[in-house]
């Protein structure tokens, strides 16, 4: 990772994925200085993880005691809206959370306006999207390398959890669209948009259910079709003219050119092998799992962000339209799979994701299983 920075860090939501980021933030030179958890087990170890730091059950409070620079949120997504509303109001340096950003379109407008109106970045998710070398790809795409882009496959686009899984997917097939904005959208979820008896959380049945298939228009004429399935490809494909781009989610990445009548291999964007395959479940020296590259390339791009003012590569509006995307889907199964315009008129629409993203673990799975994915991120040791 790359050079010390001074950042200080407040972490609201010490399980799993709020730990590891923090880890990560902190191989990058920043200093983790104070964690919120409502379950006092999880943030007693965090806290000891992390060198005796403050620890706090209300966020508010940790707000008027703490000095720090960047929020790093690791909420479900009931929550996290919320907080990174109140993180703004801080006039904070930054602002790193999950997806999905929210349940409903009205939580994430109010979100990313609360940062948009203070000049506050807000990078949301460890995504793919932060990938050097996927902002390599579009800069050779935008370049001309294939010619001009036509369309977009979007392969395995989140099976049952379009807006936990499928929003990694589609921010990355928003990027070769040159996140123009996405004026329509047709498609169908896999169970029945209607159906009271699917899901077990919301009784008017938002709850997520996945996609069957999608198909999305850009205002700049590109089109994008959502494939459901993981089958021999599972990434995004680019169809240009002269040309193919596919990137798979296992970082491979291959470019094609037309010749003549066939495609023609002529070069790959990743190295390989890609240390992303290895990394899980290994520890360093200091008894820490190492971080995944997907997730140091996410806090490193957020960083460089803050460093030179620019703007973060995966931020809570590409998060907040991947939500409408998804939403949008639904609507148009309920209407009888017709076209429907973006933006949705009613912003009170959400979509509620699995039990374990929208409430959290401890209170989806238990606290025995909350603890035991915090407790693997670091071999035992004795804290003093």
């Given at each position: 990772m790359t050079a010390a920075r001074e950042y200080r860090i407040a972490v609201i939501g010490c399980g799993s994925h709020g730990t590891r980021l923090a880890r990560a933030f902190e191989l990058a030179g920043c200093r983790v200085v104070s964690g919120v958890n409502r379950g006092q087990e999880g943030l007693d170890l965090f806290c000891r993880r992390f060198g005796g730091i403050p620890g706090y059950n209300d966020y508010r409070k940790m707000m008027t005691e703490v000095e720090f620079d960047i929020a790093l949120l690791g909420l479900p997504v009931d929550v996290n809206a919320e907080v990174v509303e109140a993180c703004a109001k801080e006039g904070i340096r930054g602002i790193f959370s999950e997806k999905p950003v929210a349940v409903t379109l009205a939580a994430a407008d109010r979100a990313v306006a609360a940062c948009a109106s203070r000049g506050i970045p807000w990078s949301a998710g460890d995504m793919f999207r932060n990938a050097p070398e996927l902002w390599?790809?579009?800069?050779?795409?935008?370049?001309?390398?294939?010619?001009?882009?036509?369309?977009?496959?979007?392969?395995?686009?989140?099976?049952?959890?379009?807006?936990?899984?499928?929003?990694?997917?589609?921010?990355?097939?928003?990027?070769?669209?040159?996140?123009?904005?996405?004026?329509?959208?047709?498609?169908?979820?896999?169970?029945?948009?209607?159906?009271?008896?699917?899901?077990?959380?919301?009784?008017?049945?938002?709850?997520?259910?996945?996609?069957?298939?999608?198909?999305l228009g850009f205002a700049n004429g590109i089109t994008a079709h959502l494939h459901r399935n993981i089958a021999a490809r599972n990434g995004i494909e680019v169809l240009g003219s002269d040309g193919v781009?596919?990137?798979?989610?296992?970082?491979?990445?291959?470019?094609?050119?037309?010749?003549?009548?066939?495609?023609?291999?002529?070069?790959?964007?990743?190295?390989?092998?890609?240390?992303?395959?290895?990394?899980?479940?290994?520890?360093?020296?200091?008894?820490?799992?190492?971080?995944?590259?997907?997730?140091?390339?996410?806090?490193d791009a957020f960083l460089e962000a803050i460093d030179g003012g620019t703007p973060v590569k995966c931020s809570g509006a590409d998060m907040r339209k991947a939500l409408e995307v998804v939403i949008a889907i639904r609507e148009s199964h309920r209407r009888g799979i017709v076209k429907v315009d973006l933006p949705l008129e009613d912003r009170s629409l959400g979509l509620v994701p699995s039990a374990r993203r929208y409430i959290g673990r401890r209170a989806s799975e238990g606290t025995e299983a909350f603890l035991a994915s915090i407790e693997k991120h670091q071999q035992e040791k004795e804290y003093p």
């Open positions: 390599e790809a579009r800069r050779r795409v935008e370049a001309g390398e294939i010619g001009e882009v036509q369309s977009i496959n979007i392969y395995g686009c989140g099976g049952n959890q379009m807006s936990g899984q499928g929003c990694r997917q589609l921010s990355d097939g928003f990027m070769f669209a040159s996140d123009t904005d996405v004026d329509w959208v047709v498609g169908a979820v896999d169970g029945d948009p209607a159906d009271r008896e699917l899901g077990h959380i919301d009784q008017h049945s938002d709850n997520d259910q996945g996609v069957a298939f999608g198909i781009l596919y990137i798979g989610q296992s970082r491979v990445g291959k470019i094609w050119h037309r010749r003549g009548k066939e495609l023609e291999l002529t070069g790959s964007l990743f190295p390989c092998p890609d240390p992303a395959q290895v990394a899980l479940q290994e520890y360093d020296e200091e008894g820490w799992e190492i971080p995944r590259t997907r997730m140091t390339d996410s806090v």
